[in-house]
């Protein structure tokens, strides 16, 4: 008996059907369950599957910890930040003293430029002191990281950090945007208020454990002097004439110095092999 077109149109459904099942069972390994990304199956066929695991906890646990911690130390910079500047301020007023009976030609200048950034002009330099607004750390081998102290707290291995930079004053009263400018040191503070001062060997660097270096108006007042006398005793070297033959229309135009100085005395400790 000759089949309807209806009856050969529901066989070739069922074939079709059947080919389907047997190709998804050969790919998921027979299994209608649940699968991982990689198709292998971890339960069986309308059996549950473990929620997953709750990361509030982990997430509140990173929050009171190592944010909470980056906060306080923000705040322990900052308040570093403000005792330097008061301590330039008081410095600038001293040298004046000093220096106005003598030359008044000679200007020492404290100026605020923002929260996070002032400068000392004194003579030819200027000294730039800025915050760096976020907390950083370091590579385990690199300066303090590996002192016993910072070892024992992980919390000690954070640091707000402020730089301080020598530039031309020149560079700055022409806008000379070109010029560079050398960091002459860097003052790290954690936690706890110790600090850790790395930088060019005229600076008088302390010990590099931190355990016993904490932040007073002593402290910071020898680093801002200490980078003056850098600054001052880094002077300023000509360029060879062939370097200078010719300039561009562009530097002509823009009023660039191109036979200025550059200062090229600096020299950091690390270079030296030696300990900070």
Do not use: W
């Given at each position: 008996m000759a089949k309807t077109p209806v009856q050969s149109r529901k066989k070739a459904a069922s074939e079709a059907s059947l080919v389907t099942s047997t190709i998804t069972d050969d790919v998921l390994g027979a299994s209608s369950g649940a699968t991982a990304t990689d198709n292998v199956a971890v339960s069986a066929a309308g059996s549950p599957v473990d929620a997953p695991a709750d990361r509030l906890g982990d997430i509140f646990d990173g929050l009171m910890q190592k944010s909470t911690a980056k906060q306080l130390i923000?705040?322990?910079?900052?308040?570093?930040?403000?005792?330097?500047?008061?301590?330039?301020?008081?410095?600038?007023?001293?040298?004046?003293?000093?220096?106005?009976?003598?030359?008044?030609?000679?200007?020492?200048?404290?100026?605020?430029?923002?929260?996070?950034?002032?400068?000392?002009?004194?003579?030819?330099?200027l000294l730039v002191f800025v915050m760096h607004?976020?907390?950083?750390?370091?590579?385990?081998?690199?300066?303090p990281m590996p002192t016993p102290y910072v070892v024992a707290d992980?919390?000690?291995?954070?640091?707000?950090?402020?730089?301080?930079?020598?530039?031309?004053?020149?560079?700055?009263?022409?806008?000379?945007?070109?010029?560079?400018?050398y960091l002459v040191g860097r003052l790290l503070v954690n936690i706890e208020n110790h600090y850790f001062l790395e930088g060019v060997q005229q600076l008088e660097l302390p010990d590099n454990d931190?355990?016993?270096?904490?932040?007073?108006?002593?402290?910071?007042?020898?680093?801002?002097?200490?980078?003056?006398?850098?600054?001052?005793?880094?002077?300023?070297?000509?360029?060879?004439?062939?370097?200078?033959?010719?300039?561009?229309?562009?530097?002509?135009?823009?009023?660039?110095?191109?036979?200025?100085?550059?200062?090229?005395?600096?020299?950091?400790?690390?270079?030296?092999?030696?300990?900070?």
């Open positions: 923000y705040r322990n910079t900052q308040a570093a930040f403000d005792c330097l500047r008061q301590v330039s301020q008081e410095l600038v007023v001293e040298l004046s003293h000093k220096l106005n009976p003598l030359d008044a030609s000679v200007v020492i200048e404290y100026r605020s430029i923002n929260e996070m950034e002032f400068y000392i002009r004194f003579s030819g330099d607004s976020n907390i950083v750390t370091f590579p385990e081998d690199y300066g992980f919390r000690r291995r954070y640091f707000g950090h402020v730089m301080a930079y020598n530039f031309m004053a020149d560079s700055i009263k022409y806008q000379r945007l070109n010029d560079p400018g931190m355990s016993d270096n904490l932040v007073t108006p002593e402290a910071l007042r020898l680093f801002v002097e200490s980078a003056m006398i850098a600054a001052v005793n880094n002077d300023l070297i000509a360029p060879l004439l062939p370097e200078i033959k010719k300039i561009t229309v562009k530097q002509k135009i823009e009023n660039q110095q191109i036979s200025r100085g550059s200062k090229v005395g600096f020299s950091f400790s690390h270079e030296q092999q030696q300990p900070f």
